[in-house]
């Protein structure tokens, strides 16, 4: 079992910043890939960006290019995702997810984390 556990979220005017973080614990050598995906009111969950453990290549929605970054620090197993240039539409709950996969289709991560929510006022 993987457990992982999200932090960082809150309240930001648009244009403001915040960096998300998700602490990964358990069998953490089962996993390859790590996922951010978010959810918004009344819409389904999607994918924002996702990251391979080891090499570290990133994969992003279109939606978030150029303004949203995810890392990873393997010495504390934590993933992170710097949000940049946040917009109203970026309100979400925001979920961190791992798997064996590099997909961005949020039934082939088998781990998720409790959310952590997100809000850009305007």
């Known amino acids: 079992q993987v457990q992982l556990v999200e932090s960082g979220g809150g309240l930001v005017q648009a244009g403001g910043s915040l960096r998300l973080s998700c602490a990964a614990s358990g069998r953490t050598s089962s996993v390859a890939v790590m996922a951010w995906f978010r959810q918004a009111p009344g819409k389904e969950r999607e994918f924002v960006a996702l990251?391979?453990?080891?090499?570290?290549?990133?994969y992003y929605a279109d939606s978030v290019k150029g303004r949203f970054t995810i890392s990873r620090d393997n010495i504390v197993n934590t993933v992170y995702l710097q949000m940049n240039s946040l917009k109203p539409e970026d309100t979400a709950v925001y979920y961190c997810a791992a798997g064996r996969i590099w997909t961005a289709s949020q039934n082939q991560y088998n781990y998720w984390g409790q959310g952590t929510q997100v809000t850009v006022s305007s």
């Open positions: 990251l391979t453990w080891s090499a570290g290549n990133t």
